[in-house]
């Protein structure tokens, strides 16, 4: 493990530097996925290659299942899955709130997960039952702790939205169910960022329907080692909320109010 991790680190911070030489140029490669408003351009799949390459260089035994398409097959139980930016829309956009996300898995979940914010320099890292940590190249190591809150009307609660339209639409009329029942919402556009800021404290929850792996995994395991909680919630619908992350003191009390708030009428 100390290795992965090691080797994951280095990786973030490569593909973090090679994502900011770019960052402020005109994007190129720019396609469509899910949607017309879910993209993607040759940065993340640069980002991708050279992460792709490290990993498979590394632990050539490993699995590999990245977002932009890269697939490799393994022999030693353990897949690593990759976002290697989080966020392209803010970076397309020039918004300075992006991430690169690694999360190593085996059969029993993920087993180490690290979060890069390249612009803010802050490096997000969890092991399983050794705890999470927040950390900028040649600065100091902090340990990471969820807020101590109990009240979920005094929560800030981060979320996200989908890229399809009547997703969307779907998540407007959860959010007026949920807005008047915290204290306020967040939506910043880097799921694994918003769940590594619920393991720092910044937020007290967050929510979202996120469903791929390396859009949440390296980040739940972040906020479950900060001492917070995470539960995948069952959607009944494309949408609807997934991954619900908190502080313990208000996880019951959200995930209940999130499966009223999906209820029709």
Known sequence: MP??????????RAAGRQLLESFEGAPTGIDAKSSHTDLVSDADRKSETAIVSAIRWAFPGDAI???????????????WYIDPLDGTINYLYRVPHWSVVLCLADADGALAGVVYDPVRDELFAAERGKGASVSRAGGTMRTLRTTA????????????????????EEQAR????????????????????????VGAGRFDAYFESVDKPWDWMAGALIVREAGGRVTELKQKRSGHPHIVASAP??????????KRAVQPG
């Open 65 to 79: 299942v990245a977002e932009e398409g890269s697939l490799e097959q393994g022999s030693s139980g353990r897949t």
């Open 149 to 168: 809150v109990v009240d979920l009307g005094s929560s800030l609660v981060a979320t996200g939205f989908a890229y399809v339209a009547q997703d969307r």
């Open 249 to 258: 003191g208000v996880h019951d009390s959200l995930v209940a109010l999130l």
């Open 3 to 12: 290795e992965a991790m090691a080797v994951a680190i280095d990786a973030a």
């Open 174 to 197: 959860i959010l007026t169910r949920v807005l008047g029942k915290v204290r306020d919402l967040r939506r910043y556009g880097s799921a694994a960022l918003d769940l590594s800021w």
